[in-house]
């Protein structure tokens, strides 16, 4: 089969080239929200956020659940 269309996860390792080669090939992209792995790509990354950690990255999938299920997460900055 071909491939008939992709989803970028857009704070990813090779989120620039992937981006790159589907314009190129006109394949149609989704855009990935990613609230849980690595570093924000947002205005969340210019600021405190019950989103990161003091470092500047996301929680990580069992942090982000842990914080949601303690209403730690303000729901204002998922949006």
């Keep these: 089969?071909?491939?008939t269309s992709?989803?970028?996860l857009v704070n990813g390792v090779?989120?620039?080239?992937?981006?790159?080669l589907a314009g190129r090939?006109?394949?149609?992209?989704?855009?990935?929200a990613n609230?849980?792995?690595g570093r924000p790509v947002g205005p969340a990354r210019h600021g405190?956020?019950?989103l990161l950690s003091p470092e500047g990255f996301f929680?990580?999938?069992m942090g982000f659940r842990e914080a949601v299920?303690?209403?730690d997460i303000a729901l204002p900055q998922v949006r």
Excluded: D, R
Excluded at 14 to 20: G, I, K, L, Y
Excluded at 25 to 32: K, N, V
């Design 48 to 50: 405190a956020s019950s």
């Design 59 to 61: 929680l990580g999938k």
């Design 6 to 8: 992709v989803s970028l």
């Design 14 to 20: 090779a989120a620039e080239s992937a981006a790159e």
């Design 35 to 37: 609230l849980s792995e």
């Design 25 to 32: 090939y006109q394949i149609p992209t989704g855009l990935h």
């Design 1 to 3: 089969g071909a491939v």
């Design 69 to 71: 299920a303690a209403g």
